[in-house]
């Protein structure tokens, strides 16, 4: 991801999608990604703006977080939000709107921008740009430069759709020991100004820190020529590249009471499917209800799960030694399996992202049992049986908040093995700032939006559904909180549960004949569905078969990275 919806004030720009459609022939023209750095702006040219549904709050006191500046040693970063139309397309893209480049104005006496602006027609203006200054008071290793020149990477001229006049983007050719940090956007063919931006001293960049191009984006963007990817900073072309800025944990990120606040701000509500019989239990619920440890060898003696995980092997890998499993009693098996709404708690883990510039907010549930899959062939949902069935599933959604003043950037909706970003000003809200979230049904895949996903390489009207809707079942995740890890605060801060490091499956290893199960489904289709349903289930992620127990949070690669990298 992204990625993917999404991200902050570098030159934050969200990723956009913009396709030239001409006669029959839809034609692919380029990829740019881009990171929104959020705040409704005002703005010269007259696209709408989004705000936030509520005013921010006042965030308890601390130390640079949401102080409106980040102070980097010898850097200052803030960001304007008042902005200039150079150029735009008026088709193609998300819903044939096009898209906008912008230029700062307004910018603060003493700052420099550190580029240009840019998302699709379809959304509210909601996005700012970053703006540097230099305080290290030694004229001999400023932090900030202006380029020795600019490169063209890419120009609007052969694109045949409507448009407002021409678009240029440029590399600024840093000096040496500095790296640009973002493109310049113009609607001329002369060389913008040296002044235009600035480039940053090299020890205050990261070229690594990239979201790799793997997460579902709505917004992608597709311009003639250009090839580009997705960075943390801003958005990446291919013919050119761009570092991202570090920031500083010690003045960025937010301590435990400020944290505490922005759970009650932002804490998502998920709605869970009118028809969800597997919901949420807190972990102890499901320790104190019966969940057994078995360990290989030994399986004929399962362990009673001691309250918190106390008795929980630590550490270690996913060895397939160690697994946990329902009640052994029919009933109490299932009555586990349903959960316990009323008792379900939200697992938060807090992180920097970004060198400090942002910070994630991971918000984990846990639920008992997931369900079965069902599928969809043509006009009819068919049960997939015992497929898709596993003990223990964990799912979360990523909250990212700008370091800058606090507001929600995006949000991270995991679905399976993979998600996507969205940007805050497409989410639906349920009260005040509190994102929506659509649960599932059965598997718990999260969704910014109520509807039908078909899963797999079906087409339109054959694949894996994920249904979600409304109903009275739902959460509110900031109710019953539980911040279990915020690794760059002291440990005394933040006391991780023993459960959090049991690294092992939360699930046994279950060993469907999906032959079997497919074979019960085929014989009820007619002869011209045959195949196609089998071609389904062989491109359906494994996952989604139900064929092993999964891990926990600390087990998942995103746990200490970004998500989908």
């Known amino acids: 991801m992204i990625d993917k919806s999404q991200k902050h004030h570098l030159l934050f720009t969200n990723i956009v999608s913009l396709q030239k459609m001409h006669s029959s022939v839809t034609t692919t023209l380029l990829s740019l990604f881009f990171i929104l750095c959020f705040n409704g702006p005002t703005m010269v040219h007259s696209q709408d703006t989004f705000n936030l549904p509520s005013p921010l709050p006042k965030w308890p006191p601390g130390e640079g977080f949401a102080s409106g500046i980040i102070d980097l040693g010898g850097l200052q970063v803030s960001y304007v939000t008042t902005f200039n139309k150079i150029w735009a397309t008026n088709e193609g893209g998300p819903d044939n709107l096009g898209a906008t480049l912008y230029d700062p104005i307004a910018i603060p006496q003493g700052f420099s921008s550190l580029g240009s602006y840019v998302q699709p027609n379809n959304i509210p203006l909601f996005g700012h740009i970053l703006v540097g200054k230099d305080i290290s008071n030694d004229p001999s290793k400023p932090t900030l430069k202006s380029p020795i020149d600019y490169t063209l990477l890419w120009s609007s001229e052969s694109l045949d759709i409507k448009k407002d006049g021409e678009g240029y983007i440029w590399l600024p050719i840093a000096p040496k020991g500095y790296k640009a940090v973002g493109y310049v956007l113009s609607g001329s063919s002369t060389k913008p100004p040296l002044d235009k931006v600035s480039c940053v001293r090299a020890d205050f960049t990261d070229t690594t820190d990239r979201t790799s191009v793997v997460l579902e ?33 010690a003045n960025s990120m937010p301590n435990l009471d400020q944290i505490k606040a922005l759970i009650q701000t932002y804490s998502p509500v998920i709605y869970f499917h009118p028809d969800e019989q597997y919901l949420p239990s807190s972990v102890d619920w499901f320790f104190q209800n019966g969940a057994l440890l078995y360990h290989k060898g030994d399986e004929s003696k399962p362990n009673r799960v001691d309250t918190n995980g106390l008795n929980l092997p630590q550490g270690g890998s996913n060895d397939d030694t160690y697994w946990l499993d329902l009640p052994l009693d029919g009933s109490s098996k299932d009555r586990v ?32 049992f997931n ?170 992620p494994r996952e989604l078969l139900g064929e092993d127990g999964p891990t926990g949070p600390k087990a998942k690669t995103s746990w200490s990275g970004d998500e989908g990298v």
């Open 217 to 249: 984006n709505e917004n992608d963007l597709y311009l003639n020529g250009l090839n580009s990817y997705h960075s943390v900073g801003g958005f990446v072309v291919g013919n050119g590249s761009v570092a991202t800025l570090k920031g500083s944990l």
């Open 371 to 540: 369900g079965g899959s069902r599928a969809k062939v043509k006009f009819l949902t068919l049960s997939l049986g015992k497929l898709g069935e596993h003990v223990g599933d964990w799912e979360h959604v990523t909250l990212r908040v700008s370091n800058i003043n606090g507001e929600l950037n995006s949000v991270f909706f995991s679905q399976h093995s993979w998600g996507k970003w969205v940007s805050a000003s497409a989410l639906e809200y349920h009260t005040g700032n509190k994102p929506v979230v659509y649960a599932s049904l059965h598997g718990h895949a999260s969704y910014p939006k109520p509807g039908c996903v078909l899963l797999g390489s079906g087409g339109s009207d054959i694949g894996i559904k994920d249904d979600t809707a409304k109903s009275d079942k739902v959460m509110d995740t900031g109710v019953r909180a539980v911040v279990i890890a915020a690794e760059y605060l002291a440990a005394t801060m933040v006391v991780e549960p023993p459960w959090l490091n049991y690294e092992r499956k939360w699930g046994p290893k279950i060993d469907y004949d999906v032959d079997k199960e497919v074979k019960k489904v085929k014989s009820v289709l007619m002869w011209r569905l045959k195949k196609a349903f089998e071609r389904l289930v062989e491109s359906v």
């Open 337 to 368: 399996k349903k959960g316990d709404l009323q008792d379900a708690c939200a697992y938060f883990h807090v992180k920097p992202m970004s060198g400090g510039l942002f910070t994630d907010i991971a918000i984990w549930v846990f639920y008992p």
